[in-house]
């Protein structure tokens, strides 16, 4: 087996050598030392010492073959090459020739510098590549910086501009209202509708050569549109509400509309109503649900089983067949054909046709007129007057009548009376036990047991007087303020027996029939006085 022989050319500071390695003696070839020689272009060389080499028998030895050190060499070399986007510069390493330098990472980096590259230099990556790299790859040496973009400016709507699907209303315990399906948009007066949140600007970029990639200018927004239900903060920044109402958005401006209009029936189709504005129903109230208004409310058709609260008036064209259920609530008037099976509480005044087996709080006056003009059974709690054609009936239904009376006062009366009857029911009990208990004590015939019983049942004594006495106290005050003589009762046909009037504080359970008569009260007592039209 042959050994390769090595040779090489070393050029030092006094010459230029010739290093043999020929293992187990083998041949030197003489051409191989000639190309050698040839390729570093030596000159003046020393033929004797050249035949040296041929002639040594050595296995490793060195020649000098000229004293001038005036050869060819090439230090190491890179390409630099620069991506059509200018965002990237990658370097590729070539080897030095015969045995050239091997360049440095500070020569490399001024090299990039010296050139097109002048920003993004990974100095970093620079040092390691210099320090060992692969000849003929290409190595990521530069990265630019590209822009930060900056923002539009936009509208921020503080409401859903998009048409609502319906969705029912989760409640606390995990059920279902589907009554509840919240379709209208609402805003309250005032309300911040629209808010301009103003652009952002964004930061410039910069790419390897040092060109700066400029940053796109964000949108600015266009001034917001008012209406007559909008209006502007003084900066422009902001819409707002002028009016309470239902929010019409058509994609460009805002409209409050105050009044909500419901084409038809409020039925599962709308879902409970509830509105910060006026509503108008065109069509019913269908049993179960809820029309409530901040503003009045007109119905067109007929309320069944509903409950319809406004802080305003209330109109019911049809009226309403209450099955025992419905309630009617206004802070101002409520106005209706007729009224049967239902509770109405009015801040005002009551006007209808007939009032039918209901109960009736009116803080105003109530006047049925029309064709019929009734009033039959049920309550009816009016603080001023009631007019009417005929209250009772041929057939003595129980009908409950009481004017001049706050009626909001009169049931807090009469729930305070309830209260202190139950108290006064409890506290007999415990006070028949403590005088038992009691008589025993002074006997000395009480138990442990009894004594701990005792001294519980003396607390709880204690604790029912003194709920008792600030009861007493409030049914005292509230009592005062429902003594009076003013409110009347108008029958313009007839009153019919077993009607029952209390007016102020005096009362008449009316035995016969009276016809087109005035009850008012007169020194604590009802007097009949005749109707004069």
Known sequence: ?????????????????????????????????????????????????????????????????????????????????????????????????????????KEVQDTLTSGDVSFGIMEDVVKEVSKMREYGKQYLFASGLNYVAGKDAYYDYHFDTKKKVPKPKVLEDGSVDFRALNLIEMAKKDMNLITIVPEVMGTDGMNVTGEVIPCPKPKTANPITTTKTTYLSDDGQKLFATVSGQIIYDGRKVTINPVLEVPGDVNSSTGNIDFVGSVAVKGNVVAGFLVS???????????????????????????????DKAEIIAEGDVSLKFAE??????????????????????????????????????????????????????????????????????????????????????????????KSLKALNEKN??????????????????????????????????????????????????????VKVTIGNAKMHIRDDIKSCVLKNEDSAVKVLPYIP
Do not use: W
């Open 445 to 498: 015939a009480l138990t442990d047991k009894n004594k701990n019983i005792f001294l519980k049942l003396l607390h709880q004594q204690a604790h029912l007087r003194d709920q008792l006495m600030k009861l007493k106290g409030r049914l005292e005050l509230i009592s005062s303020s429902l003594d009076g003589e003013s409110g009347s009762i108008t029958a313009t046909d007839v009153i019919r027996s077993g």
């Open 341 to 434: 099976n239902c509770t109405i509480r009015a801040g005002r005044n009551i006007n209808a046709e007939a009032v039918l087996h209901s109960k009736i709080m009116c803080r105003g006056n109530m006047e049925l007129a029309g064709k019929t003009g009734y009033l039959v059974g049920g309550e009816a709690n009016v603080q001023g007057r009631i007019v009417a054609k005929t209250i009772g009936s041929a057939m003595g239904t129980a009908t409950t009548i009481q004017v001049g009376l706050d009626p909001e006062a009169y049931e807090e009366y009469r729930e305070y009376i309830k209260e202190y009857n139950t108290l006064k029911a409890e506290y007999d009990k415990v006070d028949a036990a403590v």
């Open 1 to 105: 087996m042959k050994t390769k022989v090595s040779a090489k050319i070393e050029v030092r500071s006094d010459g230029v050598y010739v290093l043999i390695d020929r293992g187990l003696l083998e041949p030197v070839e003489r051409d191989r030392i000639n190309e050698l020689i040839a390729s570093y272009q030596v000159q003046d060389i020393d033929v004797i010492a050249i035949d040296n080499i041929f002639e040594s028998e050595e296995t490793k030895f060195e020649v000098k073959i000229s004293g001038n050190t005036d050869v060819y060499q090439e230090p190491e070399k890179i390409e630099i090459a620069i991506s059509k986007n200018k965002m990237e510069a990658y370097v590729t390493f070539f080897a030095p020739v015969n045995g050239g330098e091997a360049l440095t990472a």
């Open 293 to 323: 208004a901040d503003g009045d409310i007109d119905i067109n058709g007929v309320v069944e089983s509903s409950y319809i609260k406004a802080k305003g008036n209330v109109l019911i064209s049809r009226g309403v067949q209450g099955a």
